[in-house]
C-alpha cells in the first residue's frame, strides 16, 4: 500500500495503534496563537498553514485514507474583510507552494462547500487543484472551505426534491444510504475521527451528518503548534475508544 512506503519513507511507527481511515480536523487557534505573542492574527493564519503541511505529511505517513480539514466556514464571512481576504490570499499560496508536492505525493484534493459568494478566481483555482491532483491514490485531501454542515443537508435534501420532481425519484426510497450520497463527501467514508484543537469543544457546523458515530478528540494545543507528538496522541486517543456504533462494546460484560 503506498500509505505504507510513505511511513517507511517517515519511518513512523505504527505498532498498536489504530489507524483512522478518515481523519476530520477543526484547524483551531490560529488568533490566540498569534495574540499570544502580541502579533496579528493573519501572523497565527499564516503559521497555520504550516501546521497543515505536517498534517498532510503526517496523514500519508500514517496511512490515513482520507483526510477532511475545515479551512473556511460558512459563518467565518462574518469576520473582518481584512481577516477573511487573507485567509483567501493564504489559500493562493499554499497552492502556489504546494501543489507540485502534492501531486508528487499522491495527495488527491476535492473541495466540499458552497461555490456561491466566492470569486471566479478562487472557483478557478479550485478547479484547477481538483483537476491537476484528480490521479493521487495515497490520500485524499477533502478542503472544507465555505462550507457548513446545515448548507450541506439542505443542499442534499433539495438535490433529493429536484430527483423527485424532475426525474420520478420514489420518495420512499429516500433513505439515509440514499440521503448520505447526497452530500458533498459522498461515497466517502463518514469520519472515524473528528478532532478539534484549541480546547474548543463543538462541531461549530462542521460534518453535521456524517459525525454520527465519529470519535470526538479535543485537545488543547493550538493549531500552530500541531506537531506530530499531537498527532500520535490523538491516534492513541482513538485506540483506546471502544466504538460501538448503537450496539455492545468489546469491554461489556
Ligand atoms: C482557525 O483559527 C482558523 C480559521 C477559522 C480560518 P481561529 O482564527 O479561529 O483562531 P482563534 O479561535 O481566534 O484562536
Ligand atoms: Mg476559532
Do not use: C
Request: no cysteine.
Amino acid at each position: 500500500m503506498a500509505g505504507d512506503l510513505a511511513a517507511e519513507k517517515m519511518s513512523v511507527r505504527t505498532d498498536g495503534l489504530r489507524i483512522p481511515g478518515h481523519l476530520a480536523v477543526t484547524m483551531d487557534g490560529n488568533g490566540r496563537w498569534a495574540a499570544a505573542r502580541g502579533r496579528p492574527r493573519t501572523d497565527g493564519h499564516a503559521e497555520g498553514i504550516k501546521a497543515l503541511r505536517r498534517l498532510v505529511e503526517y496523514a500519508i505517513a500514517y496511512g490515513v485514507g482520507h483526510l477532511t480539514i475545515f479551512s473556511f466556514s460558512s459563518e467565518n464571512w462574518t469576520r473582518p474583510a481584512q481577516e477573511v481576504s487573507f485567509l483567501f490570499s493564504l489559500m493562493r499560496r499554499f497552492v502556489d507552494s504546494d501543489l507540485k508536492r502534492l501531486i508528487k505525493n499522491g495527495v488527491r484534493v476535492r473541495f466540499l462547500g458552497s461555490r456561491d459568494r466566492l470569486d471566479a478566481g478562487v472557483l478557478a483555482l479550485m478547479d484547477e487543484v481538483t483537476g491537476k491532483t484528480a490521479r493521487g491514490e495515497v490520500l485524499e485531501l477533502l478542503v472544507a472551505f465555505n462550507y457548513g454542515g446545515r448548507q450541506d443537508i439542505a443542499d442534499a435534501a433539495r438535490a433529493l426534491a429536484r430527483q423527485v420532481r424532475d426525474q420520478g425519484l420514489d420518495p420512499e426510497a429516500i433513505t439515509a444510504e440514499v440521503f448520505a450520497a447526497a452530500l458533498a463527501t459522498g461515497t466517502v467514508p463518514d469520519p472515524d475521527v473528528v478532532l478539534r484543537t484549541s480546547g474548543e469543544q463543538r462541531l461549530s457546523n462542521f460534518l453535521l451528518w456524517q459525525s454520527a458515530y465519529s470519535e470526538l478528540i479535543f485537545i488543547d494545543t493550538l493549531w500552530p503548534d500541531f506537531d506530530e507528538s499531537a498527532f500520535r496522541d490523538m491516534l492513541i486517543e482513538y485506540t483506546r475508544r471502544d466504538r460501538r456504533f448503537g450496539g455492545l462494546g468489546q469491554d461489556t460484560p
